[in-house]
């Protein structure tokens, strides 16, 4: 099997407690439209989905990848591949598996919202291995893609608290669950595609309705949440605190840094539409050491493979080319680029229409 070249990876739906979906059905070029509970479709994965009452799903969350072979095709889980040694330094590299061990130490989603998604942190990495026997945390940043009104109100977020917004005033409506304080305590942000956050572990916030995101975030599916109750979920002490009690879940939140000034840290953007050939650098420096992400547009544009790289063709159809291979993709598509490939070509198939390609990479190797 071709391991040194680019490879696609199967469409992967993860079932989540919200609704939403239809944007990613329309990015993946789908004749039917439609909104359900698998909002989700996590890329490259080899993280369990976790969720209640779906235990039995062994493999949710994990993707599978296409190998090629002659003129053969055949599907397997990343997962699975990742256990022969050789094929994870194939896939990343020896400074990286040194590094990380055979890990690629990030997890890409697309997610569309239908609704609001319940407000919520996720753990710093002390924090999970100390109280949860984790190895990861859950820092992540989201990257607007497009969106849609939804009972006539254009997407938004909510992200940090707004300026003097105290523990005790959070405390007291967590545990009444007054959410509509609670919500009203979060800055309200209305999205356009090329808007950027990124967001450390135990700063508040939810992806409001009518949102299309990728997201890219350390490997782990570890939430807090602080609604319990909302338009279909009902969440039990284990969905809502990991079984770690509601005041523990309550003392991570971050008050450090609020309103304008956490906008002004965290908030970024990036040019969806850009005319040029060329890499847009999408997040800011201090985030390297947890992953790092690049737009690209390209008509006939080679690119290094200085690491390996979880690919979304976000507009146009086109060609990866690499040692002479090519592997043909269209809007949607999802692929890998191995570290093993050394370089790739991004081809357009058009010259008026860019390939448009989000390319998430891992962190930097630690020096």
């Not at 209640?52 to 072979?69: A, D, M, Y």
């Not at 924090?127 to 607007?144: D, P, Q, R, S």
């Not at 940090?160 to 919500?183: E, H, I, P, R, Y």
């Not at 338009?231 to 005041?247: F, I």
């Amino acid at each position: 099997m071709k391991l040194d070249t680019p490879m696609l990876l199967k469409e992967n739906r993860v079932w989540r407690i919200y609704q939403g979906g239809r944007c990613i059905d329309e990015l993946r070029r789908k004749t039917s439209l439609a909104d359900g509970f698998f909002p989700e479709d996590w890329v490259g994965s080899v993280t369990h989905a976790v969720n209640r009452g779906r235990e039995h799903l062994k493999n949710e969350g994990l993707s599978t990848i296409v190998l090629r072979e002659g003129n053969s095709a055949y599907d397997m889980v990343f997962a699975d591949l990742l256990k022969d040694k050789t094929v994870a330094l194939d896939f990343f590299g020896e400074k990286h598996v040194a590094a990380f061990g055979p890990s690629p130490e990030i997890l890409v989603k697309l997610l569309d919202s239908k609704i609001r998604l319940p407000l919520q942190t996720h753990p710093d990495r002390d924090f999970a291995k100390k109280h949860l026997n984790a190895k990861y945390g859950k820092t992540e940043c989201w990257i607007v893609l497009g969106g849609r009104e939804i009972d006539n109100e254009k997407p938004h977020v909510y992200f940090g608290f707004k300026d003097n917004v105290t523990k005790n005033d959070f405390d007291s409506w967590f545990k009444a669950q007054d959410v509509s304080a609670m919500l009203n305590a979060l800055n309200k942000i209305y999205v356009t595609p090329g808007d950027v956050f990124s967001i450390p572990a135990n700063i508040i916030h939810a992806v409001g309705p009518g949102v299309f995101l990728a997201e890219i975030q350390e490997p782990s599916d570890l939430v807090f949440h602080f609604d319990r109750k909302g338009p279909c979920w009902d969440l039990d002490d284990y969905q809502t605190h990991m079984n770690l009690g509601g005041q523990r879940m309550l003392d991570t939140l971050d008050y450090s840094i609020q309103g304008k000034n956490i906008l002004e840290t965290y908030q970024t953007r990036f040019d969806p539409t850009a005319a040029r050939e060329g890499v847009q650098k999408v997040l800011p420096g201090f985030m390297s050491s947890y992953f790092n992400c690049n737009y690209v547009t390209a008509y006939n544009l080679p690119r290094d493979a200085s690491s390996f790289m979880m690919c979304i063709v976000y507009q146009g159809a086109g060609k990866i080319v690499s040692k002479g291979d090519t592997l043909v993709v269209h809007q949607g598509d999802t692929f890998l680029v191995p570290f093993s490939a050394v370089s790739v070509r991004y081809e357009s198939d058009s010259t008026v229409s860019p390939l448009r390609i989000v390319e998430a990479l891992p962190p930097e190797i630690p020096q």
